[in-house]
Every structure is written in C-alpha cells, then in structure tokens.
Nanobody
Framework: QVQLVESGGGLVQAGDSLTLSCSAS????????IGWFRQAPGKEREWVSC????????YYADSVQGRFTFSRDNAKNTVYLRINSLKSEDTGVYYC????????????????????WGQGTQVTVST
C-alpha cells in the first residue's frame, strides 16, 4: 500500500519561506509522476506544481511561478515544495499526489489522474 505523508506546514508570516515535504512508503517516488495541490478555505483544490514522469520536467501553475520550487531527494524517497515570499493567498492545505502511470504535463492539474494522495499539511500565512 502506497502512503504519502506531507509535513512542514505551519503558521508563518507574509514574506517568509517554507519548505513542504512529501514522503512515501510502499513505493519509490522516483518512478511516479508527482503533483502538488492546495486548497484554500472555501475554495476548490487547485494544482500548483508537478513533476512529469513522461518528460522529466517540472511545471508550475502561473499563479505560483517564480515563488514555488519543486525538488526531490530520491535517497529519502521524498519530494519537496519550497514556497518563497509567502502571501496570505497561499494559506490552505497542501497535498501531494502520485501518479503510477506516465504523467503528462497536460494532465498535471487533473486530480483524477493521480492514484495516491497524502492527507495534507496546513499552511497559514499571517499578515
């Protein structure tokens, strides 16, 4: 059974930086397409970043381009999402998700593309 566990969230101030982690058990994340999503209070979950297992590229939603950075440590079976210059609109629950099939960039925002999800980690940005 594949399990994803996010961590690293918390209460931060606007302008701070934060690194979220997503660790896996039961599978090797290096072989999966990975997506990061977030859900702000009262809003639908939205895609923010992904690693495409089809082309090896990392992609970002326009709304976070330049402030979010996807990275990974295969030895730790963990992926990360670094968020710089945090804004109040970054507040929400952040989820990682894994796709066991080839993940194409065009499919990154599609939640039903992913086979496994973590429970989420809360990020709250105070101003």
């Amino acid at each position: 059974q594949v399990q994803l566990v996010e961590s690293g969230g918390g209460l931060v101030q606007a302008g701070d930086s934060l690194t979220l982690s997503c660790s896996a058990s039961g599978a090797t994340l290096a072989y999966f397409g990975i997506g990061w999503f977030r859900q702000a209070p009262g809003k639908e979950r939205e895609w923010v970043s992904c690693f495409s297992s089809r082309d090896g590229g990392v992609y970002y939603a326009d709304s976070v381009q330049g402030r979010f950075t996807f990275s990974r440590d295969n030895a730790k079976n963990t992926v990360y999402l670094r968020i710089n210059s945090l804004k109040s609109e970054d507040t929400g629950v952040y989820y990682c998700a894994a796709d066991k099939g080839p993940l194409d960039y065009s499919d990154c925002p599609q939640e039903d593309e992913y086979d496994f999800w973590g429970q989420g980690t809360q990020v709250t940005v105070s101003t």
